[in-house]
Each structure stands twice: as C-alpha cells, then as structure tokens.
C-alpha cells in the first residue's frame, strides 16, 4: 500500500467515527461543536448569544439546547441538549507534539468536514474575545473555514487533542489543547459551576515603560509593570496598591510582561503576596489579606 492510500485510510476511518459528533451551534451555523459525553456539546463561548442556542447534528436533526456553564474568559461552554445515543469524542491519551499530524472537525450548511494538517507549535496563548490570555494552545496548520471555532482538533485515531478557537492568519491556527486542566474545566461547566478568576483591579503598562518613566525621574529602572491606575474598591485597592508602583513578583513568581501576571492571577488562589518597587523602596502587599 503507498502512503497516500495510507493517509486516505486514515481520513476516512477518522471522518466515519468522529463527523457524527460534529454539530453546528446557532440557527445561522455561527460556529462548530461536538458531544463530550451524553447530553453535552462543547463549543467556544464566543459562539453563543443568550442562555439558549440551536444545534444542528451531522445528520441534520436540530434541537435546542441549553448553556449548562459557560467561561467567557476562557472561551469555553457546555451545552445541555439530548444527544440520543450519538457518539461522544474520546480525550486522547498523550498531547499532541510539533511534528503530530492532526485532523480538524467543523459543521457547516452543507454538512461537516475534515481538513488534515500539522502540529507546528505547542504551548502557546491567545487572547479571548474578552481579552483573557487563553492557554496552553497547540498551533497547527489544519485549515479552517468560517463557522469551524469550537470544533475538535484529533489525532490520527479520532481522538480529541484540542478545542479550533483561533485564527492566526497564514495558514496557522490555535486549538485550546486537550489536557487534564481543560477536561477538569468542562466538568465544572457541566456540573453548573461558575468559574472563579481572580481580578485585581489595575491599569497596568508594560515593563518598557516602567523603565523609560523611572529612568526619566532619576529612578534605578526594574523590571516589572507599571501600575497606572487602581480601581475603587478593588482587591488592588484593599491591598494598598498605588498608582506608580511597579509589581516585579506575584506569588513568588516573577513579572516581566502582563501575560505573567495573568498567569497568575488564573493559577493562584488568594491570600498570595505581590512585590512591588515605589520610588527606591520595595514592599511587600497581600493581595486577599483577612482584615
């Protein structure tokens, strides 16, 4: 057998076990989803308007279905809706590594489809429509039509590895990846658990203007990002944090860039400490202290 027969075996066996999962979101095919499990769809968030959405199956039945929990931040939303013994997407066992070949799944009016690519980086983010630093994703070069966000990125043996959401433009694309992290989030949201991201309250610039403003007022410079302004009644606020201090670690890890502190503020539950630079002098505030 030559390759290519290989690879057309391939994308055949993987289109007849994994298209019937594929559904399209909202009654103008506004974006692409699948069945996780019975009776929930997974789709981004950015696909839905309001707390109900119609979805259409790959063999074009159609039925209402409901939010069960949705993540604006995180671009992410379970949807409630009988499935009716259709197939569930199973999660692959490894993630997806550059090199990997993968298939992405999408809905569209005339029906699902199926375009094969490569792994070309891991490990990267995004922001969400609400400007959420989104990761880890997988970039790959699988093409994607319009209406394909929040449909299945798989492996070779139909398996899930990534959640299509992003468009980089040249022919690269972002998945959410599929790991331990993104499975436990989806059965929050399908339980009905609101997610918890923590919010500072700050206007923040980045850490070349923390040093071209100390530099110009005769200060040493440090890396770090410069608070430009504190919200009223913030955590921020409570903490004692003012405008023009610059907040070098949170959490005992260091801030070099706003993605950093994202980070943190999505991985860290408070109380946690942030070291800040005022003036020439470096303090130590508690973000979440008990008063």
């Known amino acids: 057998m030559t390759a290519l027969a290989e690879i057309e075996r391939t994308i055949a066996r993987v289109a ?5 999962s ?6 103008r095919f506004r974006g692409s989803g699948f069945i996780i499990a019975d009776d929930q769809i997974v789709t981004n968030a950015h696909n839905l308007r309001g707390e109900e959405t119609t979805v259409t199956f790959a063999d074009g039945a159609r039925a209402v279905g409901r939010i069960a929990g949705i993540d604006v931040d995180g671009d992410l939303a379970v949807i409630g809706v009988g499935t009716d013994g259709r197939p569930a997407l199973a999660w692959a066992d490894r993630p997806a590594r550059v090199g990997s070949a993968v298939l992405a799944a999408a809905a569209g ?12 980086g891991v490990g990267r983010s995004f922001r969400s429509p609400s400007g959420a630093l989104v990761g880890p994703a ?13 449909g299945p990125l798989l492996d070779g043996e139909g398996r899930l590895v990534g959640i299509d959401t992003h468009r980089l433009g040249d022919g690269f694309y972002l998945a959410i990846a599929a790991d331990a992290g993104l499975r436990e ?14 919010r500072l309250g700050v ?6 203007v923390a040093r071209r403003l100390r530099r110009a007022v005769g200060l040493n410079e440090v890396d ?13 606020e409570a903490a004692g944090l003012r405008e023009g201090d610059v907040i070098v670690a949170a959490a005992g890890r260091p801030i070099g860039s706003v993605e950093a502190l994202h980070a943190v503020l999505a991985e860290t539950e408070p109380p946690f400490e942030l070291r800040v630079v005022r ?3 470096e303090r130590v505030l508690t973000i979440g202290r008990a008063d």
Do not use: K, N
Request: charged share 20%; glycine share 14%; net charge negative.
């Open 109 to 120: 009016p005339d029906g699902p489809r199926l375009s094969i690519g490569f792994v070309s």
């Open 279 to 281: 003036g020439a002098e």
């Open 185 to 198: 989030r989806l059965g929050r949201l399908a339980s009905g658990e609101a997610p918890r991201r923590l």
């Open 16 to 20: 007849e076990a994994t298209l019937p």
């Open 138 to 150: 997988i970039e790959h070069t699988a093409p994607l039509a319009p209406g394909a966000s929040g």
């Open 203 to 208: 206007v923040v610039a980045p850490p070349e």
């Open 22 to 27: 594929v559904v399209a979101i909202g009654r």
């Open 224 to 236: 770090g990002l410069l608070v430009r302004a504190v919200e009223d009644g913030s955590l921020a």
